[in-house]
């Protein structure tokens, strides 16, 4: 089983700069790739970038160009480095391992950008 721990939200203004943390713990070995999900206030969950074990990165086209994923296998961790922020990237930001018997979620992190 995998364990996620997430970190770095917060409040931010416009064209500002965030990097999110999630590292996991237990049964890592299993993960083949890790990714990062938001949900905006009234919206389902989407997906804002994944990259896999070969360090194959995708990205939503919101974000593309101004977010970047990134992993560091020595820690376990993969980041969520943000910036140009804007107020349409409010949202409670997931971390997800996905594992071939199952996907685990973090808790959430909430990032709000002020305008």
């Known amino acids: 089983q995998v364990q996620l721990l997430e970190s770095g939200g917060g409040l931010v203004q416009t064209g500002g700069s965030l990097r999110l943390s999630c590292t996991a713990s237990?049964?890592?070995?299993?993960?083949?790739?890790m990714a990062w999900y938001r949900q905006r206030p009234g919206k389902q969950r989407e997906l804002v970038a994944v990259?896999?074990?070969?360090?194959?990165?995708n990205y939503s086209d919101s974000v593309k160009g101004r977010f970047t994923i990134s992993r560091d296998n020595a820690k376990n961790t993969v980041y969520l480095q943000m910036n140009s922020l804007k107020p349409e990237d409010t949202a409670v930001y997931y971390c997800n391992a996905k594992c071939p018997i199952r996907n685990t979620w973090g808790q959430g992190t909430q990032v709000t950008v002020s305008s």
């Open positions: 237990g049964s890592v070995s299993t993960i083949y790739a």
């Open positions: 990259i896999t074990s070969r360090n194959s990165t």
